[in-house]
Every structure is written in structure tokens, then in C-alpha cells.
């Protein structure tokens, strides 16, 4: 199996980019990740990037032109497969138009509820009963893309947005290995 070049953006702890290496990592899954590109230069998750030599770029998204630099570098490692994992920033349309069907993200709430940030303040505020996670496929609308994969749990009456994060995340580690693997089963 030829496994797709995959490129992982991400802005923050990065716990599902060093889940989506430790299953990369077996030969039976069908991505490799060989690139890595954080818009916070102090990302904790580039350390996963520096732990298994993979490499990565800090893209600064105060200038301009940060897109096309984005995607010089995709060319540059062939990448034709990008896993959103807690990217903060939105991506342009025409950049979605470029690799449409090729980027998924993941957000931790049972899609088209909660779309945005701050899930977990607005589930308790509305007093759900069940909270999850959705992995998508990016489209020009803020996650609004098709579903791939959602998994879901029932809120406790005691669980803060602590432990909703802590729950939620459980899911997503599940989660986005299944959905790279529903999408490339056929393939
Ligand atoms: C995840 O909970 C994901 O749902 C959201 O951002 C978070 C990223 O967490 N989009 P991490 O950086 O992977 O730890």
C-alpha cells in the first residue's frame, strides 16, 4: 500500500497530531506524516514533530502572502492529504478550492451543533444531554463540511467543561484514526 503524504496542521497541545503519528506509524495505516505546520512557533505540539524527526514549518500569519508559503512547502513535500488538528485559523477559500476532498479536520462537537469555539461553555449552557466529537471534510463554511465519522457521549450532571475536554478527547484519538481509515479503505 502507497500511503498518502499527509500534512498536519496544528496551533496548540497537539495531541492528536502525536496520536495520528503513533498510528501512523504502523504499516497498515494508510498515512504518512511528513510535514508538519503550526501558526504558533511555540506550539508544545512541534515537539512530537522534533521527537520523531518529522519535519515541520512555522508559518507566520501576519503577512500576507502566509497561504502561498503554505502551499510551496505542500508542493514541496508532495503532500496530497491535510489533517486539521486544533488549527485556529480559518482556511481560505481558494485553498480549500485547491485541495478540496483532501483536508479533514476534527471538532469536538456532534456537528452541526456547536460549530465554532468555545463548545463545551455553550453544551452546558444549553444544558445538553450529549456532547462528542466530528472529523469532517473542510469545506468554504466554518465546520459545516460532510461528516466522516462522529462519536458521541452522554453528559454527566457533574461534568465541567474540564471534564468534557478530558471526555471529548478520549473520543477524538479514536475517532480521527477511523475516519483516515474509513476514507482510505477503498482506495
Ligand atoms: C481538539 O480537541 C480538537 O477537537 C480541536 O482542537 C483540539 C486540539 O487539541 N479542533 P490538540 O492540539 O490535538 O491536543
Excluded: W
Aim: aromatic share 12%.
Amino acid at each position: 500500500m502507497v500511503k498518502k503524504n499527509t500534512c498536519v496542521f496544528i496551533s496548540g497541545q497537539g495531541t492528536n497530531l502525536n496520536n495520528l503519528i503513533s498510528h501512523s506509524r504502523n504499516i497498515s495505516f494508510p498515512i504518512k506524516i511528513s510535514l508538519v505546520i503550526s501558526n504558533n512557533k511555540h506550539a508544545v505540539g512541534l515537539n512530537y514533530a522534533k521527537k520523531y524527526n518529522i519535519p515541520y514549518i512555522f508559518i507566520n500569519t501576519k503577512l500576507n502572502n502566509y497561504e502561498n508559503k503554505i502551499l510551496l512547502n505542500l508542493k514541496k513535500y508532495k503532500i496530497d492529504f491535510i489533517c486539521l488538528a486544533g488549527y485556529m485559523k480559518i482556511i481560505s477559500n481558494a485553498f480549500v478550492k485547491k485541495y478540496k476532498g483532501k483536508i479533514i479536520n476534527i471538532h469536538p462537537s456532534l456537528l452541526p451543533k456547536f460549530k465554532g469555539l468555545n463548545t463545551f461553555a455553550r453544551m452546558l449552557k444549553n444544558k445538553e444531554k450529549k456532547a462528542g466529537c466530528t472529523v469532517h471534510y473542510v469545506n468554504e463554511k466554518l465546520d459545516s463540511g460532510s461528516k466522516i465519522i462522529q462519536k458521541k457521549f452522554f453528559i454527566n450532571q457533574k461534568d465541567d467543561e474540564k471534564i468534557l475536554k478530558k471526555k471529548t478527547q478520549k473520543l477524538e484519538y479514536k475517532a480521527y484514526p477511523e475516519a483516515i481509515i474509513k476514507i482510505f479503505r477503498n482506495f
